[in-house]
């Protein structure tokens, strides 16, 4: 069974300085994995999405790296801004495009002005 | 990406009657979408999975006479808690994929309907 960490669970840094969240999963078989942010009281946004084939992708300040062979994936945050304060769900796809997602249990970030 | 909306976004009932939540996908051809539900600090979880015209796939523990889920077309799922009570009040969010495109292996979220049930 397939199941998603995240540490640390919650994440409090000034303003400018560039921040790791840790996704870890126990299932190395994976078809892609998704980061999302989810601001409270909202749905989800997607930020980027790593298929199983690749090592990274990159969005801006953000840069989302995956290595499956060890189960880890981390969200690269550059130049934090209050903006970026929410939290960040990681999600794993293990199948095709139909195939349910599980869902980390996210890192509350909050970026002190 | 697709544009998901979810219809109410806030909805407030009585105990012991229904409520229907909307999910429609405006751009995408859904073939598959599924409904979350999220408690407060707490991550989604999967309720089920329903592809267009068939019946849904019920995680375990997710009672499906309470939870009615209908995929009628490509573009609309719904969502109706059958005798709410208040255990039932939570964030209920659903997403949608489907095939072609760039976009055949990715997850869109609706915004969330907020259920309280007094």
């Known amino acids: 069974k397939q199941e998603v960490t995240q540490i640390p669970a919650a994440l409090s840094v000034p303003e400018g300085e560039n921040l790791v969240l840790n996704c870890s999963f126990t299932?190395?078989?994976?078809?892609?994995l998704q980061w999302f942010r989810q601001d409270p009281g909202k749905g989800l946004t997607s930020l980027l999405l790593?298929?199983?084939?690749?090592r990274e992708q990159t969005s801006g300040r953000l840069n989302a790296s995956l290595d499956k062979s060890s189960g880890r994936s981390t969200l690269y945050i550059a130049a934090s801004q209050p903006g970026d304060s929410a939290t960040y769900l990681c999600a794993v796809k293990r199948g095709s495009s139909a195939s349910k997602i599980i869902f980390g249990s996210g890192t509350r970030l909050s970026i002190r002005p | 990406g697709a544009v998901v909306s979810q219809h109410p976004s806030r909805v407030i009932c009585k105990s012991g009657t229904s409520v229907k939540i909307e999910c429609r996908s405006l751009?995408?051809?859904?073939?598959?979408m599924f409904w979350y539900r999220q408690f407060p600090k707490q991550s989604l979880m999967l309720m089920a999975t329903s592809n267009e015209g068939s019946k849904a796939t019920y995680e375990q523990g997710v009672e499906k006479d309470k939870f009615l889920i209908n995929h009628a077309s490509l573009t609309l799922s719904t969502l109706t808690v059958t005798s709410a009570h208040p255990e039932d009040s939570s964030f209920y969010i659903c997403?949608?994929?489907?095939?072609?495109?760039?976009?055949?292996?990715?997850?869109?979220f609706g915004p969330g309907t907020r259920l309280t049930v007094l």
């Open positions: 751009d995408f051809q859904a073939t598959t």
């Open positions: 997403s949608v994929t489907g095939g072609g495109g760039g976009s055949y292996n990715e997850q869109f």
């Open positions: 299932d190395s078989a994976i078809y892609n």
């Open positions: 790593i298929q199983s084939s690749q």
